[in-house]
Protein backbone atom coordinates (compact mmCIF):
# COMPACT_ATOMS: atom_id res chain seq x y z
CA UNK A 1 0.00 0.00 0.00
CA UNK A 2 1.24 3.72 -0.67
CA UNK A 3 0.20 6.33 1.68
CA UNK A 4 0.67 10.05 0.68
CA UNK A 5 -1.13 13.32 2.26
CA UNK A 6 -0.84 16.67 1.26
CA UNK A 7 -2.09 20.63 1.74
CA UNK A 8 -1.90 23.92 1.16
CA UNK A 9 1.00 24.16 3.72
CA UNK A 10 3.03 21.00 2.30
CA UNK A 11 3.06 17.69 1.82
CA UNK A 12 4.95 14.61 3.14
CA UNK A 13 6.71 12.07 1.29
CA UNK A 14 5.35 8.73 -0.27
CA UNK A 15 4.69 5.94 2.28
CA UNK A 16 5.02 2.20 1.59
CA UNK A 17 2.87 0.02 3.79
CA UNK A 18 3.56 -3.82 3.71
CA UNK A 19 0.35 -5.94 4.44
CA UNK A 20 -2.66 -4.46 6.38
CA UNK A 21 -3.21 -0.99 8.74
CA UNK A 22 -4.11 -1.71 11.86
CA UNK A 23 -4.55 0.74 14.62
CA UNK A 24 -1.41 0.30 15.90
CA UNK A 25 0.42 0.51 12.61
CA UNK A 26 -2.03 3.14 11.34
CA UNK A 27 -0.91 5.47 14.44
CA UNK A 28 2.60 4.66 13.48
CA UNK A 29 1.71 5.70 10.01
CA UNK A 30 0.43 9.19 11.19
CA UNK A 31 3.41 9.62 13.62
CA UNK A 32 6.25 9.15 11.24
CA UNK A 33 4.65 10.55 8.08
CA UNK A 34 1.26 12.93 9.04
CA UNK A 35 2.84 14.90 12.25
CA UNK A 36 5.72 16.09 10.84
CA UNK A 37 3.93 18.16 8.22
CA UNK A 38 1.33 19.46 10.95
CA UNK A 39 4.36 20.80 13.23
CA UNK A 40 5.86 22.55 9.97
CA UNK A 41 2.24 24.18 9.12
CA UNK A 42 2.43 25.00 13.07
CA UNK A 43 5.91 26.73 12.96
CA UNK A 44 4.78 28.87 9.51
CA UNK A 45 2.02 30.35 11.66
Known amino acids: MVWAAFSFNGQVGLAFLDG ?3 SPKY ?3 LEN ?3 PLA ?3 EERN
Do not use: F, Y
Request: hydrophobic fraction near 35%.
Open 27 to 29: MET
Open 39 to 41: ENI
Open 20 to 22: RQN
Open 33 to 35: HLM
